[in-house]
Nanobody, 122 residues
């Protein structure tokens, strides 16, 4: 069992930056591929990025590529996402999730955090 808690959301102006963290409790954090997703009201949960177990492989959605960076520290059981050049369309609830697969499909993720709101003002 893995419990995930996201922190670091908030309100930021367009062009600004935020760093989100996802802290995991439970065992074997390093056994999981970790992902970030986001969701806005009335829309399906959208893949943002994922990172492999050791951190050596990452994948990003086209909409955030070159602006967002995902990383992890297995010794601290924590995943991070640095978000730069934020746009109003990045406004969403952001979730971290864990899976055994390298996948962009939300249904394939086994554990989810509670989400953190990011609001980008224009």
């Amino acid at each position: 069992q893995v419990q995930l808690v996201e922190t670091g959301g908030g309100l930021v102006e367009a062009g600004g930056s935020l760093r989100l963290s996802c802290a995991a409790s439970g065992r074997f954090f390093s056994n999981y591929v970790m992902g970030w997703f986001r969701q806005t009201s009335g829309k399906e949960r959208e893949f943002v990025a994922h990172i492999s177990r050791g951190g050596g492989s990452t994948r990003y959605a086209d909409s955030v590529k070159s602006r967002f960076t995902i990383s992890r520290d297995n010794a601290k059981n924590t995943m991070y996402r640095q978000m730069n050049s934020l746009k109003p369309e990045d406004t969403a609830v952001y979730y971290c999730a864990a899976t055994q697969l390298l996948t962009v499909r939300p249904a394939s993720y086994d554990y989810w955090g509670q989400g953190t709101q990011v609001t980008v003002s224009s």
